[in-house]
């Protein structure tokens, strides 16, 4: 089955600054979600982009869509501690039926 | 607001013991999952359900069977643990169209088996 990878493994930044996950995929795909996981928690669902979509904003959050290069990319603004956690790309699989997560990227937000 | 439970945030079971994972969903969703969580392999689908009593294997299915008697309630069975089983296990549900609007997953139970 098809599995988005997301790049880079592990991403370190100061408060305040931008951070940026990409999300790369194998196969065609309806739609792509990302999720967060704070360490030791279940997933919980960020945003969802359609196929036909470049583009969606949710407060901090800005998630782009290239099917031609077959990525996906999130943007986290004005990064907080808060927002220190894993982060996972997840895309539907080549039957349409489940969600297939990559492995993840780990953001560590230091004060 | 919407929630996925389940039974145990952590649990530790012994070589040979069968092993019940219980999960809840209060959304009358259709939809319920397992999955397991293992450092640098991510989440991979133990088995999924798209209606009671209805179950299909996903990607590691082996060691494992499910249950799904009401819509609400989705059960992972480990019929007969065993110490590579140990993992963090994750449940989640979505609605019939999930494709549009994404998984609600459960904390997790993290599971060690000794």
């Known amino acids: 089955s098809q599995q988005g990878e997301e790049d880079p493994q592990a991403l370190s930044i100061q408060e305040g600054e931008n951070a940026t996950m990409n999300c790369s995929y194998k196969?065609?795909?309806?739609?792509l979600q990302w999720y967060r996981q704070n360490s030791g928690r279940g997933l919980v669902h960020l945003i969802l982009?359609?196929?036909?979509?470049r583009e969606k904003h949710s407060g901090r959050l800005r998630v782009t869509l290239d099917t031609s290069k077959k990525s996906s990319s999130l943007l986290i603004t004005a990064s907080r501690a808060a927002d220190t956690a894993s982060y996972f790309c997840?895309?539907?699989?080549?039957?349409?039926?489940?969600?297939?997560f990559g492995p993840g990227t780990r953001l560590s937000v230091l004060p | 607001d919407v929630k996925v439970t389940q039974s145990s945030r952590y649990l530790v079971k012994r070589t040979g013991e069968k092993v019940f994972l219980e999960c809840v969903q209060d959304?009358?969703?259709?939809?319920m999952f397992w999955y397991r969580q293992d450092p640098g392999l991510g989440l991979r689908l133990i088995y999924f359900?798209?209606?009671?009593?209805?179950?299909e294997k996903g990607d590691i299915p082996e060691g494992y069977s499910v249950s799904r008697e009401k819509k609400e309630r989705f059960s992972l069975i480990l019929e007969s643990a065993s110490t590579n089983q140990t993992s963090m296990y994750l449940c989640?549900?979505?609605?019939?169209?999930?494709?549009?609007?994404?998984?609600?997953f459960g904390s997790g139970t993290r599971l060690t088996v000794v």
């Open positions: 982009i359609r196929s036909n979509e």
């Open positions: 196969t065609s795909i309806n739609n």
């Open positions: 989640a549900s979505a609605s019939g169209a999930f494709s549009n609007y994404g998984y609600t």
């Open positions: 359900s798209y209606d009671v009593k209805m179950k």
């Open positions: 997840a895309t539907d699989d080549n039957y349409g039926q489940n969600f297939v």
């Open positions: 959304m009358d969703h259709e939809n």
